[in-house]
């Protein structure tokens, strides 16, 4: 048998380590924080993510002891330190929802109400300047982000600064929005998701996963994550690509075999070469990894032990 710096649990055995925690989301509360074709049940919240924010609480309390061990040693008054959660993984995975029903359940702990969300999106470089750098056919990969900016709003953050400023993405217009920004003002928990944030950077003494206190992967097989992809693409096609303000408003006009044929041109040629290239080399690097078969579903956990 294979040495493997993880635990492998199977879904019902990670179940078991609910521990009686109280599931409080409502199915009302969850329907607002799924994401588009993400059918996630209050049983998979109860199986899956109930069990992770047990674990993360146990781990933000001790980080939390720890700060206050530390600035005690160092005579002064204790400061408050964000826990930063750091989640990556492929386009299609469901990190978006995954990490929205985490930021929910973890606000729902007595001893960290206060949980922020921001995602890569907002760092991405504008159009604009992808398009002087021929890059747009590379959004998403690691050079199309301001990294300075970046680095910049992690190291702001982490270091307790209050009023931290992120950009905000528009995926309607498929660009950064001037002049808005998102506003972090030192939260218990972090949570900070994109493709590829647990990928470390050789050009760069510094690496985005240094600021990370945990960090989640959600994992699925390629044919599965081509499959959530094409069913969002078309889902998009009937939904908000229908609005004339879209950026993919053109892809409108397109039949539904056409839909399906232009979907698995775009996954093979951008994003399945992104996962290959820069996403899923970082897989290993997380301390968990979260496995998701068709529909979703959460088939597995596995957690750090090296």
């Known amino acids: 048998m294979p040495i493997s710096p993880y635990l492998e649990f199977s879904r019902e055995e990670w179940s078991r380590l609910r ?8 199915q009302a509360d969850l329907d607002e924080l799924k994401g588009l074709n993400e059918e996630v049940s209050l049983e998979e919240v109860a199986a899956i993510y109930l069990p992770l924010s047990r674990l993360l609480n146990l781990y933000v309390a001790k980080a939390q002891e720890l700060f206050k061990v530390t600035d005690t040693f160092l005579g002064k008054p204790s400061e408050k330190v964000p826990f930063v959660i750091g989640m990556a993984g492929s386009v299609a995975a469901g990190k978006s929802t995954t990490a929205r029903v985490l930021k929910e359940l ?3 702990w ?3 109400p206060h949980v922020d969300l921001v995602t890569t999106d907002g760092f991405l470089l504008p159009n604009q300047v992808l398009e002087a750098k021929n890059l747009m056919t590379r959004k998403g990969f690691p050079e199309s982000y301001d990294q300075r900016k970046l680095l910049t709003f ?3 953050v982490k270091s307790g600064q209050p009023s931290v400023e992120a950009p905000v993405y528009s995926h309607l217009s498929y660009d ?3 002049g808005e920004f998102i506003t972090v ?3 218990d928990i972090l949570i900070f998701e994109g493709l590829n944030v647990l990928q470390r950077n050789d050009l760069s003494a510094v690496n985005v996963s240094d600021f990370f206190d945990f960090s989640i992967y959600v994992d699925a097989d390629e044919a599965n994550l081509e499959a959530f992809y094409i069913s969002r693409f078309l889902k998009l096609k009937e939904t908000a690509f229908q609005n004339p303000q879209s950026y993919f408003h053109h892809f409108t006009k397109l039949s539904e075999v056409e839909a399906v044929t232009m979907g698995r041109e775009i996954w093979r040629a951008i994003n399945l070469l992104n996962l290959k290239e820069n996403i899923l080399p970082t897989r290993e690097r997380a301390d968990l990894i979260l496995r998701k078969g068709k529909g979703h579903a ?3 956990v596995l957690l750090r032990k090296i």
């Open 185 to 187: 003002d030192q939260p």
């Open 110 to 112: 007595p001893n960290h």
């Open 154 to 156: 992690l190291y702001e």
């Open 106 to 108: 973890l606000s729902r």
């Open 19 to 26: 521990d009686a925690t109280p599931l409080t989301l409502s």
């Open 298 to 300: 959460a088939e597995a």
């Open 176 to 178: 950064i929005v001037p």
